[in-house]
């Protein structure tokens, strides 16, 4: 629902994940956010105006 939502706002959904990780997985942990990472530098900067057209959307459905 949430990648949805994202890309109605214009973000890729793409800068959303969600991992079940164990407190014993540490490697798996510093591995997952590690490759994360890297997904989210290649997808680069929130494109410009984005964000202003979520904050204003907010503004919209809360007033």
Not at 7 to 14: A, D, E, H
Not at 25 to 52: C, H, K, M, N, S
Request: no cysteine; net charge negative; aromatic share 4%.
């Amino acid at each position: 629902m949430l990648k949805k939502i994202l890309g109605q706002m214009g973000l890729n959904p793409g800068r959303l994940r969600l991992e079940w990780l164990s407190a014993s997985e540490a490697q798996r942990y510093a591995a997952t956010v590690a490759e994360f990472t890297d997904e989210i530098r290649a997808l680069g900067p929130i494109p410009a105006g984005v964000e202003d057209a979520a904050v204003a959307k907010e503004e919209v459905h809360a007033g």
